[in-house]
């Protein structure tokens, strides 16, 4: 098997990990998002912490690279909050596609901090995909909107995060990443829970423990996915979380998306294809 079609495989698989991790977490019901969320970390860290222990690492990484670990960590958790909070709030595929704009946000954040020139073609993708997500918010400025805006808030605050890491790259290990991630996010949102916690139930409580183990095989699928292909090749393939998610709606959830919401799942995809083939182009010439 080629390294391109084992990092296509790997990708379904982080796509997959992440549907059932919203799912999850829905499941889990009328539970502060802050609470879920550091449940589903609390999972992360022990996983990560294994592999960080396996491989004799760092587990809070290099010193002169804590400045950058906190900013990614602080920004990953602001996003992750919000975008529970937009699943709890809304149809399971419509926030998973607000959520996944943070490619096309990364691209602006990109050039703006790390002075990676923006093309033509991306920058007429992200116009379409922006497009695209009207159709789903159908913003009425209303509180109606309130959950899609916790949903794009995701996307932004992910992409932030994801601009750090690309300014990291191979300066530490993914799994050192994860584990402080994880670690991060646990600590500083404990005060939280421990002032807004709901008691949960064994089955709540099983929920949030899958929600952290399918999380897990989500970020290390696609961390993997992007180290036996480049992201350019495969990303269009991480989209299938939303076919996953769209499924999960209508089967678990009897949530079906409306008619301009599958459009702008249509349009999103269509503006992330087009990005994907012109990268393949480009990268050809």
Do not use: C
């Not at 022990?46 to 960590?73: D, P, W």
């Not at 805006?149 to 995060?161: E, T, Y």
């Amino acid at each position: 098997m080629s390294n391109t079609n084992k990092g296509i495989l790997l990708l379904l698989s982080a796509a997959f990990g992440f549907a059932m991790m919203s799912t999850f977490v829905k499941l889990s019901g009328d539970l502060p998002a802050v609470q879920k969320t550091m449940f589903r970390n609390i999972v992360s860290a022990f996983i990560a912490f294994g592999f960080v222990l396996y491989n004799k690492e760092r587990f809070f990484g290099k010193k002169e690279h804590q400045k950058y670990l906190i900013l990614r960590s602080s920004l990953g958790t602001l996003g992750m909050v919000l975008y529970f909070y937009s699943i709890d709030h809304l149809v399971l595929s419509d926030a998973d596609m607000l959520n996944k704009l943070s490619p096309f946000l990364l691209i602006i954040f990109s050039a703006l901090f790390l002075n990676e020139k923006a093309r033509k073609f991306q920058v007429v993708a992200i116009i379409i995909a922006f497009l695209g997500t009207l159709l789903i918010i159908k913003p009425q400025f209303s509180v109606e909107t309130i959950p899609y805006m916790a949903g794009l808030s995701s996307a932004i605050f992910a992409a932030l995060a994801y601009t750090v890491l690309r300014f990291l790259g191979d300066k530490e290990e993914y799994y050192t990443i994860v584990f402080y991630f994880s670690f991060f996010s646990t600590v500083v949102l404990l005060p939280f829970v421990a002032l807004f916690y709901e008691p949960m139930s064994l089955q709540q409580t099983l929920y949030l423990l899958l929600a952290g183990v399918f999380a897990t095989v989500g970020q290390f699928g696609i961390t993997l996915a992007y180290k036996f292909a480049p992201a350019k090749e495969i990303s269009i393939f991480f989209y299938t979380n939303i076919l996953f998610s769209a499924v999960i709606s209508i089967v678990v959830f009897n949530q079906v998306p409306d008619a301009l919401s599958f459009l702008g799942y249509a349009i999103i995809f269509g503006a992330s294809f087009y990005m994907f083939w012109k990268n393949k182009k480009v990268r050809a010439s």
